[in-house]
């Protein structure tokens, strides 16, 4: 039976991964949701935590991106109920779905559905964004998406009150794994001038055997496609680097040229894993800007020049590590 819901559950990353896992292991849902008017942001991620000694507990972390604060409820293990054979978890009274999250916490209370939503593909030979790297069974820290872009409706009740994200937009992703990289830059934005493009970006140093090497990932959905640059489809890092105020990458493949330029915010404190538990520490940002220029190499036409609004962008780690 356990064979059964890890065989299931691989080929569907968005589902809980962890089945039979005890020790050493983490995995957590990224629930970014922006209000209509753009007042509002909150990234809100449930998950579960083992660590090398099989200490466990179940998570809720919520981060207001407007207000810069966040906060980590922590649940006995027994409260964390994933399903198997489709992506539903539930830890406590908040319940969590490709389609909707409920929470039931102290300072957040209410009900959000997800429609259009616009997941990665999943195909049976590369099994979401991580590709041929799916298959790899020693993968540091595994990734998924599960939506790049949907619209929201529902209230949300904030420290008493009240707050419609009802037309807003949202996006979903996932971790899984032991720890989060040593170095990497992450970036998201659905919030161009027209609806219906959005943007994720992450380069990172990935340990391999006795070595590492630099990966990244990059998808832009545009209108009704989704245009990929990744370490697995031939596509090249031509630029990496960051300082004090920006990100700034460059990839390339033999159809597009994506050029990116990140503006950093004011960022959060966050807890993020270090061999299962959540015991280190990030900063993230959901006030940032990206500005992006894609590139149609063989007709020479720009595809989109444009800067995405309340991104979430993390730069993390000895990041001189993926500077190239």
């Known amino acids: 039976m356990a064979i059964i819901k890890k065989l299931n559950a691989f080929f569907n990353p968005e ?4 089945w039979g896992k005890s020790k050493n292991y983490f995995e957590g849902w990224y629930y970014k949701i922006i209000s209509a008017d753009e007042k509002h942001a909150f990234a809100i991620i449930p998950g579960i935590a083992m660590d090398e000694s099989g200490n466990k507990h179940a998570f809720i972390q919520v981060l207001d991106g407007k207000k810069q604060t966040a906060v980590y409820h922590k649940f006995e293990v027994e409260k964390f109920i994933p399903q198997s054979k489709k992506f539903s978890i539930a830890i406590d009274n908040n319940s969590f779905s490709e389609n909707h999250l409920k929470v039931d916490l102290p300072e957040l209370k209410g009900t959000l559905s997800f429609s259009n939503t616009i997941p990665w593909p999943k195909p049976w030979y590369s ?6 790297f799916a298959f790899v069974p020693f ?11 949907h619209i929201i409706k529902g209230e949300l009740e904030i420290e008493g009150q009240t707050i419609d994200f009802t037309n807003g937009r949202g996006y979903i992703e996932k971790d899984w794994g032991r720890s989060f990289p040593s170095a990497y830059f992450w970036m998201q934005s659905n919030h161009f001038a027209t609806p219906g493009i959005s943007l994720k970006c992450s380069v990172a140093k990935i340990p391999w055997v006795k070595n590492s090497f630099t990966g990244f990932i990059a998808g832009i959905w545009l ?8 370490t697995y489809n031939q596509s090249n890092l031509r630029k990496s680097f960051a300082n004090e105020k920006e990100v700034e990458i460059v990839l390339e493949n033999k159809n597009y040229l994506l050029e990116i330029l990140a503006y950093r915010e004011a960022a959060t404190t966050l807890a993020s894993p270090i061999r299962g538990f959540m015991n280190g520490k990030i900063e993230e940002s959901m006030t940032s800007t990206i500005a992006v220029m894609l590139t149609d190499k063989k007709n020479k036409k720009v595809l989109l020049s444009d800067t995405g609004k309340n991104a979430g962008l993390e730069v993390a780690g000895n990041i001189s590590e993926i500077f190239t």
Do not use: K
């Open 15 to 18: 589902q809980f991964q962890g």
């Open 127 to 132: 099994p979401g964004i991580m590709g041929p």
């Open 139 to 149: 993968m540091e820290c595994y990734h998924a998406i599960v939506s790049m872009d």
């Open 223 to 230: 209108y009704d496609r989704l245009i990929r640059f990744t």
